[in-house]
């Protein structure tokens, strides 16, 4: 009953997508990797949460939780304040320039190498850290919920290698094949599947807790675990309070205004105002998504306690214990399309950057638009499988999966949040001030944390790694200044309007945008 109830659901968001994506024209570039630009508000936000919301998200920062309690909801709910800056500030000049890409803004700010040197970085992080720990988290989860090995009888390290791979292929299909469109109508139908099946874990959790009664469960789940309801950490939690005004923010911002994974979504609005209609609407959402990605963990750790040894098993443990089994096979459906989104969405990301970034300007630059997608499915291909191999040795991931997907992405994501912020809100720094900041920033962060912490200082003495992400931050915008001081570019850059889509934004964006931060202000001064 199970898998029918599985298969039965992932097979209707498949014909669902074939049937609301055969019209799109995927044989240029807009159509395949941007949907046409025609995707809305709602289409949007669904793509955007969903994305975002994979297991990565659901079983790591339950895991986290289940350590240290609701502190690490500001991976949640500070988001929707970067979102709300990306609405105001960055989507406007995105639109406005047409582009298709980040690196591509980069290359009319800069020139095409900083384009190139951008592209690879948000590849690399790609297939190096983001793809394998989709793929691994999600693998831990669908292996643990239809208990694999089992069910097939082998082990659990071959039945995580069969459902890597099984992901793997399907997700490929969807990003591969489909283009944009098809990983966003996806997406959609999956945001709704996955707020309802990720809402009632926790009611059946707090049911469970308090007898029938979601009221009582809530009470003595506060009552009991008093120390897992505080927002604000200690200097030696995952998230100091300190960390939340340094390099938090910087995070946030870079994931939800420059990642390439992410924003391509808005990217593919019809117009500015559904662009920032999806943004807000994503946002407020994601003020709510500590419940689902934070409250089962703490019910997890009432549960179960010290019982659980690998904190990212505490999600899917408390998945099969609490969920009726006539709901579990939709609920590994919804999470098995998480999965896919976070994957497809990577993969098509990668697709767009390769197909466009690398392979137009360095390899065909006469290429066609046919020739362009073409190359990029290839490239593809070759990354969905490289990221399959390297999955399942990350099994033993320090400090969690998210912790160290947190970590790990800033090698990358300050140099380029970087070179971004100063090529925005600066018009004579020069395309050599971004190259030197982009080596320097990978360079210092990387040794930084990877040895000067771990076999020079000691992690007891070092800094946190969001303070030290500030710190460069700060450091490689001076270098940048100061390099456009001493050696400006000859002429001022000037943003020209392609007039590809309206860009009169929304009447009722500062309304709405202040409103989501009064929201999260009022919701970490009643934690704290």
Known sequence: MQILSFLGFTLLVAFISYIKTRKTNEQTSDGYFLGG?????????????????????????????????????????????????????????????????????????????????????????????LLPIVLYSGALAISTMFDVPELLGVSETTALWITVWGIGIIGSMYAIFGGLKAVAVSDTINAVGLLIGGLLIPIFGLLAIGDGNITEGITTLMQTNPEKFKSLGGPKSSIPIGTIFTGMMLVQLFYWGTNQAIIQRALGAKNLKEGQKGLLLASFIKILGPLIVVLPGIIAYHMFGETIKNPDAAYPMLVTKVLPLTLVGFFAAVLFGAILSSFNSALNSSVTLFGIDIYKSHFKPEATEIEVVKAGKNFGILLAILSMFIAPLIANAPDGLFGYLQEVNGCYSIPILTIIVVGYLTK?????????????????????????????????????????????????VLIMLLIGKFKPRKEAYIQHYTKQVDITPWKYLNHVGITICLIVLAIYIYFA
């Open 37 to 129: 630009r025609s995707l809305t508000g709602v289409v949007i936000a669904g793509s955007l949460l969903l994305t975002n919301l994979s297991t990565e998200q659901i079983v790591g920062l339950n895991g986290a939780a289940f350590k240290e309690g609701i502190l690490v909801m500001a991976w949640e709910t500070l988001a929707a304040i970067a979102m709300v800056i990306t609405a105001m500030f960055l989507l406007p000049r995105y639109l406005k320039g047409g582009i298709t890409t980040i690196p591509q803004f980069l290359e009319s700010r800069y020139d095409k190498m900083t384009k190139t040197i951008t592209s690879a970085l948000f590849l690399s992080g790609y297939v190096i850290v």
């Open 428 to 476: 004579y720094v020069p395309a050599i001030a971004a190259k030197i900041a982009i080596i320097s920033g990978v360079i210092l962060y990387s040794f930084s944390q990877f040895i000067l912490k771990p076999y020079i200082i000691g992690e007891d003495n070092y800094p946190h790694f969001l303070h030290v992400m500030a710190i460069l931050f700060v450091l490689n």
